[in-house]
C-alpha cells in the first residue's frame, strides 16, 4: 500500500511560481511511476505531468511544457512538481499519484489534493 502526502498549495498572482510536494512512504520509492494531475471546478481530471521510473521518461501536457518541471527526490521520497508562470487557468486542485506498475492515466495510489488558486 503506498501512502501519499501532499503540499505546498496556495494562492498566488499570475506569474508567480509555486513548488508541490508529494512525500510517499510503503513502498520502494525509486520503483514507483509517479505523476501530477488536476481538476478544476466542473472540468475533468488531467494529467499535468509524469515520470516513470524504469527509464526516468517524463511527459508534460501542453499548456505547462516549459513552465512545470516534475523531479523526484530519492533521498527524501518525494515526488515535486515546479510551476512557473502561473496562470489563472492552472487553477485546480492537485494531485500526486503513484504506482509501481501501471503509468499515466491508470495509477491506483491517490494522494488527498491541495488546492492550487491563480488570481489574475
Known amino acids: 500500500q503506498v501512502q501519499l502526502v501532499e503540499s505546498g498549495g496556495g494562492l498566488v498572482q499570475a506569474g508567480d511560481s509555486l513548488r508541490l510536494s508529494c512525500a510517499a512512504s510503503g513502498h520502494t520509492f525509486s520503483r514507483l511511476h509517479l505523476g501530477w494531475f488536476r481538476q478544476a471546478p466542473g472540468k475533468e481530471r488531467e494529467l499535468v505531468s509524469s515520470m516513470r521510473w524504469t527509464d526516468g521518461s517524463t511527459y508534460y501536457m501542453a499548456s505547462v511544457k516549459g513552465r512545470f518541471t516534475i523531479s523526484r527526490e530519492h533521498s527524501q521520497s518525494t515526488v515535486s512538481l515546479q510551476m512557473n508562470g502561473l496562470k489563472p487557468e492552472d487553477t485546480a486542485v492537485y494531485y500526486c499519484?503513484?504506482?509501481?506498475?501501471?503509468?499515466?492515466?491508470?495509477?491506483?495510489?491517490w494522494g488527498q489534493g491541495t488546492q492550487v488558486t491563480v488570481s489574475s
Open positions: 499519484a503513484a504506482d509501481p506498475t501501471r503509468t499515466d492515466g491508470s495509477y491506483r495510489y
